[in-house]
Nanobody, 126 residues
Framework: QLQLVESGGGLVQPGGSLRLSCAAPGSTLDYYAIAWFREAPGKVRKKVSCIDSVGESSDYLDGAGGRFTISRDNTNHTVYLQMNGLKPEDTADYYC???????????????????WGKGTPVHGSS
């Protein structure tokens, strides 16, 4: 059983930056595709970005491209989501999730993911 732990969320001013981290203490993420999802209040959970097991990233959520960057450090068994130019509409709980297939092409929706973290909140103040 893979246990994912997110960190790095918080309150940020418009235009500010945060770096979210996703780790699996005692385990390795190396063979998994890892995706970041977010769930805003009253809205459905949406995929923000995905990185496959070899470090190639997939498309980003509309509006996130150019501001968000996903990366992974397999030495430290951690996946990051660097978020720059944050906007109030980026406010959401952010979750990382793992797909055992290792490929983002098979991690298209939340139903495709095998493991989830408990989330970290991001609040973009207006």
């Amino acid at each position: 059983q893979l246990q994912l732990v997110e960190s790095g969320g918080g309150l940020v001013q418009p235009g500010g930056s945060l770096r979210l981290s996703c780790a699996a203490p005692g385990s390795t993420l190396d063979y998994y595709a890892i995706a970041w999802f977010r769930e805003a209040p009253g809205k459905v959970r949406k995929k923000v970005s995905c990185i496959d097991s070899v470090g190639e990233s997939s498309d980003y959520l509309d509006g996130a491209g150019g501001r968000f960057t996903i990366s992974r450090d397999n030495t430290n068994h951690t996946v990051y989501l660097q978020m720059n130019g944050l906007k109030p509409e980026d406010t959401a709980d952010y979750y990382c999730a793992a797909d055992s297939d290792g490929l983002c092409i098979s991690a298209d929706s939340e139903h495709d993911m095998d493991y989830w973290g408990k989330g970290t909140p991001v609040h973009g103040s207006s």
